[in-house]
Structures are given as C-alpha cells and as structure tokens.
C-alpha cells in the first residue's frame, strides 16, 4: 500500500519550457514533504521542501505547491534546464517519528531536451 | 569534508554469503539511516540510529543487522544472503530529527545477490 504515489514515472520537456512534476500521499498525518533529485549512480540531493502549514515554498528556479485537501503536492521547474535531467523523488514525513524517517514515491524521471 | 560515504560501490554475493556495507559520515551527525531501492521503486527504510548506541528497525529490517559505536559510522550487517536483497543500498544522515530536517545520502552501494 503505497502512501506517497508519483503516477507518472516519466516526462520530457523542451529546455526553458515549465516541468510539473506531480505526487499523490493517502496519509493525513504527514506533515512534511519534501522533493529530492537523483542522478544515475549517486545518491539523493535534497531540493526543497515544504510543511503543511504552508501552501507554497519557492526556491529560484523550483517550487513546490501544497494542497491539502486533495493530498496532492507538485512541483514546478521554470525554466527547464538539460542539468535538471534527473529522477525526482517526493517523501513525506510524520513530524516527530524518528522511526518513519521519509517514505518516498518510486520517483519520476524527468528529460529536458535542448 | 567528503559528506556520507559509503563502501564498497558495487558488489556480488552468493547466496548464504554474509557482508558487510560500510557507511562513515564527517558532519557529526546524530542521526544516520539505511535505504533500500529495488529497481522502479522508491526508497524504504531498513534501520536507523538516533546516536551512537542506539538503533531501531525501520520498514524492511528482516535479514539485516546494524550497530552503531560511533556517531561517524554505522556499518549494515547481511546475514546469510538471499536474492531479495539484491538492491541499490543508501545509507544518509541528518543533524536533527529526519522528520524536519533534510538527510544528507551517500553514493549508494550496488548489490547483486546470485
């Protein structure tokens, strides 16, 4: 039973076009999300992240919306860059569960083309 | 500071064999995670430690084991390896409560059980 869901596991978009990466979570009681990016053969770097208390959190280029009441978040990339080729993996937390850490999504990998 | 680090990078195992993955950090981190992902899947938590001595399962600890002696390290045991495990492993670690914090990941150990 997955908790935090990525439907699409890829999408192509055109270099300085938007990508709008979606995700799903059944859990009410998550409190924080956060977005992170894979390249092949290393590990996850953290993108950025957003609490529930809040709807909205932008970081240049990245942004993340909130919307709780569908349990649904996205990320939006404007512009698209070919170095933001990579995988994107949304988590969620419960606050203050140690033994939860972060549950992911199985990730949507993401193509700009120049 | 070189971040997480994890070895080796890639290994075969027989089933039954036993080993090893070794992960050290150098941010003085107290909390440290080990991560499974299976090829088209997210990450899932297999143990975590909240400091040196203290460790706690996660979502899949079956057929694993860990320890945690001093804050840098916090190397996964695999006992008596089975096809399953095979797997791309991640070990991270965060300053504070995962929950709220973003976990630093390491480059991944590629695990191929025969």
């Known amino acids: 039973d997955q908790q935090v869901k990525q439907n699409s596991p890829s999408l192509s978009v055109q270099e300085g076009r938007i990508s709008i990466l979606n995700c799903d979570y059944t859990n009410s009681m998550f409190d924080y999300f956060l977005w992170y990016k894979k390249y092949p053969a290393e590990g996850p770097t953290f993108l950025i992240s957003?609490?529930?208390?809040?709807d909205k959190n932008e970081d240049g280029r990245f942004t993340v919306f909130l919307n709780k009441s569908a349990k649904h978040l996205s990320l939006h990339i404007v512009p698209s860059q070919p170095g933001d080729s990579a995988v994107y993996f949304c988590?969620?937390?419960?606050?203050?569960?140690?033994?939860?850490?972060?549950?992911f999504g199985k990730g949507t990998t993401l193509s700009v083309s120049s | 500071n070189a971040g997480v680090t994890q070895t080796p990078k890639f290994r075969i195992l027989k089933i039954g064999q036993s080993m090893t993955l070794q992960c050290t950090q150098d941010?003085?981190?107290?909390?440290m995670y080990w991560y499974r992902q299976d090829p088209g899947m997210g990450l899932k938590l297999i143990y975590y430690?909240?400091?040196?001595?203290?460790?706690d399962k996660g979502e899949v600890p079956n057929g694993y084991n860990v320890s945690r002696s001093t804050t840098e390290d916090f190397p996964l045991r695999l006992e008596l390896a089975a096809p399953s495990q095979t797997s791309v492993y991640f070990c991270a670690s965060s300053p504070t409560l995962a929950a709220q914090e973003t976990q630093y990941f390491g480059p991944g150990t590629r695990l191929l059980v025969l």
């Open positions: 941010m003085n981190h107290n909390y």
């Open positions: 988590a969620a937390s419960e606050g203050g569960q140690a033994g939860t850490a972060l549950i």
């Open positions: 430690s909240v400091g040196a001595g203290i460790t």
């Open positions: 957003i609490s529930s208390i809040k």
